[in-house]
């Protein structure tokens, strides 16, 4: 168990998982009405393999240089194949949407019921052969209070920043990129660019997750806080507004919870805060909520 005074890695979850909700939160409305909710489960399942194939790279001796050994090769090691699954994941989903074959959503959960059958595969073998690279694969499983280190923390600092100020600043593009493609092509938007934007963010994102909340647990940061936010108001910059809030705050409790009972992970805590947030927005929210419609129907 974590004690809650001045611990640095208390602190460092602290931050993480609020900056984590804060940011995955306001994208994850616009993933939401992208209709894109479930692609988050596809491309959590493709990070979470592209760290099982780079652990065993790692563990047959393919290195960067004889500087990369023991625990720093691991954290080096699993976070570029984090980067490279979630990278991958996200070109094969888009090169099959152009076929026209299949619903986007029939694609997304074929493809995440292919990866975590891939991801159980190789997790199998390497517990079967052992050695140091067996240590530490729970933690993608459903996330760790002590996941990160000082240098992930830098960077997720600076990712969920960057995300959230690109997310304000070009927020009215953005919506009109989502709601309206076609008038966003006619006025000259480069909406590929707004496209590659939004998806460079969701695989950053998404690849620290994984760590903090876990492989099965990821669309619960990127989701919940969206659909709770949509509850209380139907304007889209409020939504992202409290979306990020209900993010927020659900990190930082969750954060709290998982250091007081040191038996429950640290995705498991936030996602039991998330729907917390969700069940309570969804009987007193006075916009769409059951109080609200009863006082409606009362009237």
């Not at 009215?172 to 092509?185: G, P």
């Not at 492989?215 to 659909?227: Q, S």
């Not at 069940?279 to 007193?284: F, G, H, V």
Request: charge should be positive.
């Amino acid at each position: 168990m974590i004690e809650l005074s001045d611990t640095f890695i208390f602190d460092t979850m602290l931050k993480s998982s609020s900056l984590l909700g804060l940011s995955a939160g306001m994208l994850g409305v616009v993933i939401s009405y992208q209709r894109r909710s479930i692609e988050i489960n596809a491309l959590a399942a493709g990070s979470f393999v592209g760290i099982l194939v780079f652990y065993l790279l790692a563990g047959v001796g393919i290195y960067l240089s004889s500087y990369f050994s023991g625990e720093i090769d691991k954290y080096v090691f699993s976070f570029t194949g984090s980067i490279f699954g979630a990278l991958f994941m996200i070109i094969l989903l888009n090169i099959l949407y152009k076929t026209d074959r299949l619903h986007m959503h029939i694609i997304q959960s074929l493809m995440t019921a292919v990866m975590l059958g891939v991801g159980i595969t190789l997790i199998t073998y390497i517990r079967q052969t052992g050695g140091a690279l067996d240590s530490g694969i729970e933690i993608y499983l459903f996330g760790e209070t002590t996941s990160l280190n000082s240098e992930e923390f830098d960077f997720l600092r600076i990712i969920a920043v960057a995300a959230v100020v690109l997310l304000l600043l070009y927020f009215r593009r953005l919506k009109i990129v989502i709601f309206n493609k076609d008038i966003a092509r006619t006025t000259h938007f480069h909406v590929s660019f707004y496209y590659t934007l939004i998806n460079i963010m969701v695989i950053c994102l998404v690849a620290f997750s994984i760590k903090i909340m876990g492989v099965f647990l990821t669309v619960a940061i990127f989701l919940i806080p969206a659909v709770t936010a949509r509850l209380w108001s139907n304007r889209l910059f409020i939504i992202m507004i409290l979306a990020g809030v209900f993010g927020a705050v659900s990190g930082t409790l969750g954060t709290i919870v998982s250091g007081t009972l040191g038996n429950m992970t640290l995705g498991i805590a936030i996602t039991l805060i998330l729907a917390v947030f969700f069940l309570a927005s969804l009987i007193i929210s006075p916009y769409k909520g059951l109080a609200g419609k009863l006082i409606k129907y009362m009237r």
